[in-house]
């Protein structure tokens, strides 16, 4: 059995990979390409426009249908429990790594991720409790999984004994705006611990990576103060 940490990573921006220079600047270059084209105003793009193009027509005059144009694919790793809440977020696109193909124990080795790791007090009784029993029960469903798979069931039947802590990989893509919905609905105050741990830091990325246009959302607010910002 096997502990792992979660994470969210930002991989690419309109299919260029992040870590190129200059990727978020591009994604405002193409939603500035697509948003001239109302106003036949293509002529007047230049290398350096895109910002303040994006600043007057999105932010100031809220024409946020523009950023559709523009996207980005995140890789994932979160248990299934979180998985769940993920794609119940329909604009975007969803490859998750399957326990029906997935043999566990011929591949990689069953992998949790601890809930209690967002615990803000790791002394408190009961959190040593918590997760004591916790652990016990992770070793519990690793052996009753490789007991029905050494008994000959498939690994989609042998799936049925494992838990939601199961580690899963998610690749997720979405345009901008979806994106931006994404952050203000699952960095609140009300969002699960366990999604705030890899929302709060993947918003950090994307403010790091794209220009003005998450610069207004910040973490752990209450969801309705979230839902008066423009989506």
Known sequence: ???????????????????????????????????RVSHRSEDAQTDDSCLRFVRSVVLTHGDWSIVEHASATVEFLVDIGITHEIVRHRHFSFTQE???????????????????AYKADPEAPDWRDGSRFWHQCMLAAEINYNRLLEGGSSPQIARSVLPNALASKLIMTGNLRAWRHFFIMRTTEEAHPQMKQVTIPLLADFKAAIPLLYDDIEPNQHQSEYLRLPE
């Open 98 to 116: 399957s326990t029906r193909f997935v043999n566990y124990q011929k591949k990689l080795g069953l992998q949790f991720i601890d809930p209690f």
């Open 1 to 35: 059995m096997e502990i792992v940490e979660p994470y969210a990573r930002l991989l690419r921006l309109d299919g260029i990979a992040v870590e190129l220079v200059r990727a978020g600047s591009f994604a405002l270059k193409n939603i500035e390409a697509a948003g």
